[in-house]
């Protein structure tokens, strides 16, 4: 069964214009991200799927794989599905583009679930929230049923503690995803759904219409770059481990 990592990468971010190509320790972010995927037991091969001949001629550069795709994508998974339409690959593994401290052990825990159930078309990752992302939106939470698989996920604190000394585990969801690829076709081919457009989470779309997707517990997070702050924590952790 092969497994094929794509990393959707572009220039125009909001918050951090050029975030791809943005110096971490010597190396573009763009660059630590396909590293850390190179490392992944799981993945046949990894490519970055980009809209901006910038981005391919840096990923080219280094000895990684760059596939041009349509600027007119609305999201990472639209440009993973043009890419997908291409490839024969069984299973597609999303990893974010912004997430240059994502640990290779967790791309191969995403992939493992579509592995080993041919039934299953989708699965992620979560982690114990701390308690100061517990109620903040930015962290996506999520809660699951017995099986594993997804009931939903909320900006807000999901479960919500009614009696405050029952213990309740708060689940931060890792935004990187393992598809079977013609559901990955399939998925973003869909019309995009009220909860989804409420929340702002497009994995909504996937619950709204039926499907499960199967959550792995892992014990070790990621930081996604979305500010000027976050680069410079990653900046610093990873410029500590080259000291290292």
């Known amino acids: 069964m092969q497994v094929v990592g794509i990393i959707p990468a572009r220039l125009a971010a909001v ?14 972010m763009i660059w630590w991200v396909w590293h850390n995927a190179k490392q992944a037991k ?3 091969e990894v490519m970055v799927a980009t809209p901006d001949e910038e981005i391919a001629q840096v990923v080219r550069g280094f000895g990684g794989i760059a596939v041009l795709t349509s600027p007119a994508h609305r999201s990472g998974t639209e440009r993973l599905a043009e890419v997908a339409q291409g490839l024969t690959a069984d299973i597609i593994v999303n990893i974010q583009g ?5 640990p290779p052990e967790n791309i191969d825990a995403v992939a493992q679930p579509l592995i080993d159930d041919p039934s299953l078309p989708m699965s992620s990752l979560m982690c114990p929230a701390t308690e100061d992302e517990k109620d903040k939106p930015t962290a996506v939470k999520a809660v699951v049923d017995r099986a594993g698989n997804a009931l939903y996920f909320s900006r807000a604190r999901i479960p919500y503690p009614r009696d405050p000394s029952a213990p309740a585990v708060v689940y931060k969801h890792l935004g990187i995803y393992a598809y079977r690829r013609d559901f990955l076709l399939q998925y973003a081919s869909m019309e995009p759904t009220p909860l989804e457009q409420m929340e702002v989470l497009e994995q909504l ?9 199967r959550m792995v517990r892992v014990e070790q997070t990621s930081i996604g770059v979305d500010t000027e702050e976050d680069l410079e924590r990653v900046r610093a952790i990873l ?3 080259q000291e290292g």
């Open 205 to 213: 779309r996937v619950l709204e219409n039926g499907y499960h997707i």
């Open 42 to 44: 799981t993945l046949a």
């Open 15 to 28: 918050r951090l214009p050029n975030k791809p190509l943005l110096d971490i320790a010597g190396k573009p």
């Open 239 to 241: 410029a500590s481990r």
């Open 98 to 102: 912004d997430e240059p401290l994502m």
